[in-house]
């Protein structure tokens, strides 16, 4: 009883702190907390979707008013996708490969030329580097539609037309990248360097034992960023690519859900894709987010 | 092998006119603590850097040992630097820090080990060996940055303003570590700071640098006590030295130094220096040590010459001693008392007199010592 006694009242101290904690909080920032509640829920629910829709038998998929969230979730579009594609020109997988292979290794080239660039950029002064990185900016302002003729022309003259360089190449020269990664890297003390170079490490062993690990939150960010993009485009695809073999998945989703758009049957396919799509995005999200979130940069420097 | 050789050493940087280094000429011996001091912008990090290969020289050499090292690689110096930031990698444990530069030596494993534990051991850092930086203390990070230079058993130590980012109790702590370690390796140490106390009580050699120039090089002892022009005179010690105007007055009754509100006799000594150098009759400055001025009735009041009436503007208790401002009307002084025997408070009317034997002269125009 005595107990019961002391744990009303504990929990009595303890509501009417957090009440007066509330009270502390002003009205601007109780306003401003509900509307980006309302916001992340609004945010959120086409993901929730996605992953529901992949898992709906065919009624489900055509029922009127749609639902969000599926009644007797089955695996059904998954297989359909896996087997039923196998016994057509192409199968599926295969565009899932050449996606595969392109999205990592469009990110390893980025990711590389970007810190290598930015690096330069940042810690080297040498003819020209003021001009070079002036130009850089300068190609962040460009459209990616304003160049594609161009751009197809390089292309189609290096002779890289219907092959995986063509999906790769384009997409290495990120301006936007290199940005991100000299502003990283400027904010390394020149020390740091100095103190490898005393300790008597080379320029390349610098930059891959000093600096890159010390930038993996903005490689991290590049990594998410370059991903997104070149997972997801079409572009390439589209424009140098003409053999179906050599095309990739984001392409093949763009058939199906273009193509399909009456086919009944195409649907449950189209919704499993979308979520295959879906899901490395996310992955990669959750698996670098730590890193950009963690700020090593300055932990051995005061 | 650790001696250090600067031959007529010069820095400009491109984008500015004057030079940063300017014909630094000096020799380092081997074992010696060499620090050098003087405000921010002197040129002495520069140097620093130029003998640690990180700048240019634009002109003049640098020998380490018997080698000159104007175009060797800051690797091949054998050197090593401590930072004013420490450096760290902060991606590594402490032991890869320390052990980073010998792996780029290739250095065998087990022999490795042991340097590394044996650093470990003189900077008592043994139990961090797995932490990373970020992990760590100011005082302890700087202790790891300090193992990074010993493990690599270099001809020459570099210290590049160590102690300024920690606080005031852990800077006198480490201040006496780093000399006893200086006492143990006996390594040559070069370390650059614009912080007088460290200068005094940690080298055996001071330079002290303004604009790029050498004012002076000496023991602390002789840096303190006879400055050879009026900036190393107010850089050093603190309170800094009290500078008068005043001319000199050659009479019967012997040699004066006159300001407006009182006469000083100048000691015969010191007074036929002055004579000689034609000062009579010219403006003059007088330089006095806040210890070299008595109050009436205090210990070394028996050794003063001169005395005059002053009155007390502010009183700065140390501790161990209280500093008095006095306010002579054209002038401040800053008096050194010992705060148990007299109790003064401000406004208070005082009798002081100079140790006439102690002070200095300097030409107002040059602001070099006469005498």
Known sequence: ?302 | MGSVSFQHVKKQYATERRYSVDDFHLQVEDGEFLVLVGPSGCGKSTLLRMLAGLEDISEGEIYIGDRMVNYVSSKDRNIAMVFQNYALYPHMSVFENIAFGLRLRKLPKHELQERVTRAAKVLEIEALLDKLPKHMSGGQRQRVALGRAIVREPEVFLMDEPLSNLDAKLRVQMREEITKLHRKLQTTMIYVTHDQIEAMTMGTRIVVMRSGIIQQVGTPKEIYQSPKNMFVAGFIGTPPMNFIHGTIQHTSDGVFFDTRRYRLLIPAKKAKVLIDQRYHDKRIVLGVRAEKIACKDSVDWSLTQSQFDSTVDMLEFMGSDTYLHLNNTDHSLIVRVDPLRLGFQEGDTVTVGFDMNNVHFFDPGTEELLC
């Open chain 1, 1 to 302: 009883m005595k107990t019961l006694q002391m744990m009303t009242r504990r929990s009595g101290v303890s509501l009417a702190r957090a009440w007066r904690k509330a009270k502390a909080v002003d009205w601007f920032q109780r306003i401003t907390f509900l509307g980006l509640l309302l916001l992340a829920v609004f945010m959120a629910l086409p993901i929730i979707f996605i992953f529901n829709h992949a898992f709906k038998p065919i009624n489900e998929l055509f029922l009127y008013p749609p639902r969000f969230i599926v009644q007797e979730p089955t695996l059904e579009n998954f297989r359909d996708l896996f087997l039923k594609t196998q016994s057509l020109v192409i199968p599926f997988t295969r565009y899932l490969f050449n996606s595969l292979l392109t999205t990592s290794l469009t990110m390893i080239g980025v990711i590389g030329v970007s810190s290598m660039a930015a690096y330069a950029f940042s810690k080297h002064v040498f003819p020209g580097s003021k001009f070079f990185f002036a130009l850089t900016i300068f190609a962040l302002m460009f459209a990616p539609e304003a160049v594609a003729i161009p751009r197809y022309l390089v292309i189609a003259n290096i002779g890289i037309m219907n092959t995986y360089f063509a999906h790769i190449i384009p997409l290495i020269a990120a301006p936007t990248s290199v940005f991100l990664m000299k502003q990283f890297v400027d904010q390394i003390p020149n020390e740091l360097m100095e103190a490898a170079r005393i300790d008597g490490a080379k320029e390349w062993l610098i930059f891959f034992r000093i600096v890159m690990p010390v930038c993996t939150p903005a490689i991290a960010t590049v990594a998410i960023l370059t991903f997104q993009g070149a997972w997801s485009q079409t572009e390439t695809s589209n424009l140098y690519i003409q053999v179906e073999s050599m095309k990739t998945l984001p392409y093949y989703v763009m058939t199906l859900t273009n193509g399909l758009a009456n086919n009944v049957v195409g649907q449950g396919i189209a919704a499993a894709v979308g979520l295959i799509m879906f899901v490395p995005n996310l992955i990669i999200f959750l698996v670098s987010q730590r890193r950009v979130l963690a700020t090593m940069a300055h932990s051995g420097i005061k």
